[in-house]
T-cell receptor
Framework: GAVVSQHPSWVICKSGTSVKIECRSL??????MFWYRQFPKQSLMLMAT?????????EQGVEKDKFLINHASLTLSTLTVTSAHPEDSSFYIC??????????????FGPGTRLTVL | GDSVTQMEGPVTLSEEAFLTINCTYT??????LFWYVQYPGEGLQLLLK?????DKGSNKGFEATYRKETTSFHLEKGSVQVSDSAVYFC??????????????FGAGTRLFVKA
């Protein structure tokens, strides 16, 4: 099946710094990418949806100025956590889809990035 | 709003035991239903899906039937193996015609299978 990679797989940073997480579709073109956040023993919560070349659509309650999403190409999306604080510590997962907004278009998930903010 | 509820884990079974992981959903419209599996250190993988009522999804010995009357999509396997140890996520997705291309996940159920 299609492969999605994330980099880094884990990162530790100091409070107040910014962290960039990359999500790449390795063998297909991803017209749509999704960013999720997962707290321990909880569901994956959708943060935002991005389409290549356009602005991301953020879910209610997600600060767009704090979580900057760039989907500059059909194989790369980045999530930047700006001025990170300990409450931003979480597991961030991206997924990618080659299709449009229709049922049945499979999403392929990356392995996740664990962010720890000290 | 739309939501997915699945049984809390962890679930611990002996090899060759029967597995059921319950999943119920709340959604407007006609969502598609999915089970994803996450093995240690890996990303989520699609295990099976069903796109309309009474459909049965099946893969690798796992199966689940889309029950609209009970809003359920329970995952079953007749004989589990140690290699089935993983976290299982139930999810729903609605298409553009019903409000957007979003996947909503349950909390996940961790399965341990003992030899």
């Amino acid at each position: 099946g299609a492969v999605v990679s994330q980099h880094p797989s884990w990162v530790i940073c100091k409070s107040g710094t910014s962290v960039k997480i990359e999500c790449r579709s390795l063998d297909f073109q991803a017209t749509t990418m999704f960013w999720y956040r997962q707290f321990p023993k909880q569901s994956l919560m959708l943060m935002a949806t991005s389409n290549e070349g356009s602005k991301a659509t953020y879910e209610q309650g997600v600060e767009k100025d704090k979580f900057l999403i760039n989907h500059a190409s059909l194989t790369l999306s980045t999530l930047t956590v700006t001025s990170a604080h300990p409450e931003d510590s979480s597991f961030y997962i991206c997924s990618a889809s080659s299709g449009g907004p229709a049922d049945g278009n499979e999403q392929f998930f990356g392995p996740g990035t664990r962010l720890t903010v000290l | 709003g739309d939501s997915v509820t699945q049984m809390e884990g962890p679930v611990t079974l002996s090899e060759e035991a029967f597995l059921t992981i319950n999943c119920t959903y709340t959604a407007t419209g006609y969502p598609s239903l999915f089970w994803y599996v996450q093995y240690p250190g890996e990303g989520l993988q699609l295990l099976l899906k069903a796109t309309k009522a009474d459909d049965k999804g099946s893969n690798k010995g796992f199966e689940a039937t889309y029950r609209k009357e009970t809003t359920s999509f329970h995952l079953e396997k007749g004989s589990v193996q140690v290699s089935d140890s993983a976290v299982y996520f139930c999810a729903l997705r609605k298409g553009a015609h019903t409000g957007g291309f979003k996947t909503i996940f349950g909390a996940g159920t961790r399965l341990f299978v003992k030899a």
